[in-house]
């Protein structure tokens, strides 16, 4: 930390050298007389000084200190103007201007406040007068966000795609990057991930009630984390300061899945008020509570890629039907003392609960060999409508399991003449835990003629594989796992405003230290028994819209056997070690510190507006787990503990040019860093004769430098046409390979030849892109035309990384695209609104991307998700000023999720979820 030190000593002597220029500072607050409205958003303008900015919670603006004199002070709302008035500055003092509109006989009418191009417009400013490269959404009420939660509102965003979990839309990909490699945080303090292995947050988790606006931010500067290569995504909740008095929604939906014919319900409710507690003292006070119970399924057929030519060597069915239950609450407290100072408490809960039952059809096509004088049956491949011997399963899972996520808040903010001190401490908690899950149990049988027709969905067909007499218990494996993510964060900011050669400027410098702690228990016990025929724990028929699934599991039943099994004491010791070593394989303990300092300066000359600073990040990584030798409860076992320290300096220039009134050119270089998954680094290794698995927890972190270069056009009401082009270059890319013979793992192993699958660094990736948006109302057509709102974003990413692997004495390499990288993706978004009814038909697009790697020798065995084009509806309909209608369609072309391999025409996994229908109404008051 010593040599982070040197600079901050240095800017904060800058800083107060300019002590000696004179300047004054324009603050003040934006309200609306006559309805009570915050003005959050609104272009707050120095007219002759040419300075500006955006007037934020509670509408409050501050702008950069100018030299003494008389100035036009201007508001600005979209394309109407609010106020307009002249002001005066004074050496070294601080100028009140609060504005008050609406206060006279003199109305102004028609200013964006709510709706679809209210929501852009304040997106669109906020894109304009950021410092950085950034894309947003904001809700601006509650409950107005169009898209059913976080994620799918990020996919409209130019760059941004998603990622799906049975139909509905969970992690955000930005600019070709995994969502392990972009960060996510509430109110600036980062989200721990529940789930085992991954960094990655699920983004529909937050009530959508409570959401203000969603910012991501594609060029970073020095004062953020530098944990992100494709994007830092933020989510921002509501403050009760950005109202005056009380206000409240409540909002009931019922929504309808055509699939399985289920009606869901979901209810939320938001409100909160500002107290006046004398003075300047006011403290506001927001809560929000969502609660959503969805009864819905998937029907699904796949191979795995396990095709060879144009023919399958295995291949599953599979339906599934879930629970899947959401509670989410937050409190928001904010209390402002004065102008000039002000503290927060952040809080938010979230319970996300998947109770899903799993039925599977399994099937491995076999042939009679003749081994030693004897038939027996071996795997081999069967082409379509060929039918013959095979090995059948039949499965059943019943699982629940629970995520938690947990946060808090408190910071503060606090303005000492040309000083701003910001500071915040954070602690947060993630969990998931599948307390009793009855992971499979399995019947099987060997038939005598089964066979499957299709290549793109295949089904299996035979008369043996729906007799449930001639299938016997296997296995019943049941699970308890457990993961907790926690993390705590204590950060400070303190910037100085000044002026040098008559240009506004300042020096930004703080630190961040972070601690967190990744664990991972599992316990697996294995039953099995003799004798036992399905035919006893078999209800009716699997509903399963592809093909014939036959007689269905009944989980009741089998979790009464399961727990017979358990009770008995012989049974229990040998499930016991059946699962010893699958359990403590995958147990392990990772804490991470990663501690922080920057310094960085911003100066605004006319026209251009320069910003360059650096970022410092030392990371500490310590991690134990296990070593195990051997099958069972006779293997050998030993714990790992592993440290990796490593640190990062990372500077970092932004510009930005205004060229025209409404155009401005940005370019930015910056440098960023993202540690590997836990899953990458696990501190475990399985050892099996020759044959390791093993996580490396000595993997590098990927280091990526960034060059961004775009314009923008603005155009009057929530207009804008753009195009960026991007480059990066990213060092240390991860993946996992298979390593040949190497010292220490043949040491590990006591073998002379091993074979080791895990995870190694590349040498580099680069990825290029383009993105093109253009968005507009056309208020200028006749009515009622006049309420017609266009949308559109189209991006074009190209990647290109080299992976190698061993295979005996040779080394395998290729050239390949980033995994979960789509070369084009689009947005097209049609909307209408006047002052009672909003309608909006959006289509968004992705092209199809590599999904897993096969082999090293070529492309045959690749995993790719196909294109997807998802079409979705929403309209509301104003009953009054407080009550509403909204009516939601989601999927309307029932698009399917489809993986495939080497060619299209081969299947690799074929899942159909159907569209979704809602009808809600909301209640509200602001």
């Known amino acids: 930390m010593k040599l982070l030190i040197k600079p901050l000593v240095a800017s904060i002597a800058l800083a107060s050298a300019a002590l000696a220029q004179a300047d004054g500072i324009v603050e003040g607050r934006i309200i609306d007389a006559a309805s009570q409205t915050i003005y959050k958003g609104a272009v707050v303008r120095l007219e002759e000084a040419k300075r500006q900015t955006l007037s934020g919670q509670a509408g409050r603006f501050r702008l950069p200190p100018v030299p003494a004199g008389d100035y036009t002070l201007t508001i600005t709302l979209g394309d109407k103007t609010l106020d307009s008035r002249r002001v005066t500055v004074i050496d070294n003092d601080v100028t009140s201007a609060n504005v008050v509109v609406n206060e006279g006989d003199d109305i102004i009418d028609e200013v964006l406040v709510f709706g679809q191009a209210a929501r852009m417009q304040r997106a669109l400013d906020r894109q304009r007068y950021s410092d950085r490269i950034i894309s947003a959404v904001n809700a601006d009420a509650i409950g107005e966000l169009p898209d059913s939660n976080a994620a799918e509102a990020l996919q409209r965003i130019p760059g941004l795609s998603i990622e799906r979990d049975q139909g509905e839309g969970r992690f955000v990909r930005v600019r070709g990057m995994g969502s392990d490699y972009n960060s996510v945080s509430i109110n600036g303090t980062q989200i721990p991930a529940p789930e085992a292995g991954t960094r990655s947050v699920a983004l529909d988790v937050i009530p959508s009630n409570l959401i203000s606006s969603l910012v991501v931010t594609k060029s970073l500067t020095p004062d953020m984390d530098a944990n992100s290569i494709g994007g830092a995504i933020e989510i921002e909740s509501i403050s009760a300061l950005d109202r005056e008095g009380p206000f409240y929604n409540a909002d009931l939906e019922y929504s309808y899945d055509e699939l399985t014919d289920n009606t869901n319900p979901k209810l939320s409710l938001g409100g909160g008020t500002t107290l006046a507690l004398g003075g300047e003292r006011r403290l506001g006070i927001a809560a929000a509570a969502s609660y959503e119970s969805r009864d819905f399924g998937s029907e699904n057929t796949e191979t795995g890629g396990k095709w060879d030519g144009d023919e399958l060597e295995e291949m599953e069915m599979r339906d599934y039907t879930i629970n899947r239950e959401r509670i989410g609450a937050a409190l928001n407290l904010d209390y402002e003392h004065d102008i000039n100072n002000a503290f927060y408490l952040r809080t938010l809960y979230s319970e996300f609960s998947d109770d899903e039952q799993r039925q599977a059809l399994v099937a491995e096509f076999q042939e009679l060999v003749i081994e030693d004088g004897e038939e027996e049956r071996d795997g081999t ?62 019947f099987t049988a060997d038939v005598d003629n089964i066979g499957f027709n299709g290549s793109k969905k295949p089904i299996l067909f035979g008369s043996e594989l729906y007799d449930a007499s001639n299938f016997e218990l296997d296995e019943i494996e049941r699970v308890h796992s457990h993961s907790t993510d926690d993390m705590n964060v204590a950060k400070v900011d303190i910037t100085r405003d000044l002026i040098v050669a008559d240009y506004p400027a300042m020096v930004k410098f703080g630190g961040k230290l972070k601690s967190r702690k990744k664990h991972m228990d599992v316990d697996i016990r294995k039953y099995e028994a003799d004798d036992i025929s399905m035919s006893d724990y078999v209800s009716g028929s699997v509903d399963y819209g592809l093909g014939n699934f036959g007689p269905a599991l009944n989980d009741s039943q089998l979790r009464a056997l399961m727990n017979t099994l358990a009770a008995d004491s012989e049974a229990e010791a040998a499930a016991v070690a059946e699962g010893f070593v699958d359990s403590l394989i995958e147990d392990y303990t990772i804490e991470e510190d990663v501690n922080a300092a920057y310094v960085m300066g911003r100066i605004d000359m006319d026209e251009l507006q320069l910003i360059g600073g650096l970022r410092h990040e030392q990371t500490k990584q310590k991690s134990k787990g296990y070593q195990i030798n051997g099958d069972d409860n006779e293997a050998a076992v030993s714990r790992t503990h592993f440290t990796n320290d490593y640190s990062h300096t990372l500077p970092s220039l932004l510009a930005k040019l205004d060229v025209a009134a409404d155009t401005q050119v940005r370019a930015a270089w910056t440098n960023s860093v993202v540690r590997p998954t836990f899953e990458m680094i696990r501190p475990n290794v399985a050892i099996d004769g020759d044959e390791l698995e093993a996580g490396n927890p000595y993997l590098k972190p990927l280091e990526s430098s960034n060059l961004d270069l775009g314009i923008e056009h ?133 092209s199809d991307y590599l999904d897993e790697v096969g082999n090293l020798e070529d492309s045959s065995g690749d995993i790719k998700q196909s294109s997807q084009t998802q079409v979705d509806f929403n309209a509301s309909y104003k009953l009054s000023e407080q009550l509403k209608v909204r009516f939601k369609a989601a999927n309307l072309t029932d698009e399917p999720y489809y993986t495939y391999q080497g060619s299209e025409q081969y299947n690799a996994q074929y899942e159909d979820y159907g569209p979704t229908y809602s009808l809600g109404v909301s209640y509200s008051s602001f």
């Not at 039949?394 to 938690?404: A, M």
């Not at 991860?734 to 995870?759: H, I, K, P, R, W």
């Open 381 to 442: 491949s069967r082409a379509s409508g060929d039918s013959g011997l095979g090995e059948v399963a039949r499965e059943l899972k019943d699982r629940k399991e629970t995520q938690t996520i947990k946060s808090v808040t408190l910071g503060g903010e606090h303005f000492i003449n040309d000083w701003t001190v910001e500071y915040d401490l954070g602690m947060s908690s993630a969990k998931e835990e599948e307390p009793d899950s009855m992971d499979s149990a399995v």
């Open 714 to 846: 603005f155009m009057g009401n929530a207009g804008v046409i753009s195009a960026f082009a991007f480059y990066k270059n990213i060092d240390n890319f991860a993946y996992e390979t298979d390593v040949a013979n190497d010292a220490y793992y043949n040491s590990l192993a006591g073998e002379e030849d091993t074979t080791t699958t895990t995870f190694e660094n590349g040498t580099s990736a680069t990825v290029k892109g383009l993105e093109l948006a253009y968005s507009q109302k056309f208020a200028t057509l006749p009515a009622p035309f006049n309420g017609l709102l266009l949308s559109a974003n189209v991006t074009f990413v190209d990647s290109k990384a080299t992976i190698t692997s061993d295979d005996g004495d040779e080394q395998l390499s290729r050239t390949i695209s980033l995994p979960k990288q789509s070369d084009t993706t689009g947005n097209l978004v049609v909307g209408y609104e006047n002052d009672t009814i909003s309608l909006r038909l959006a289509a968004n697009y992705k």
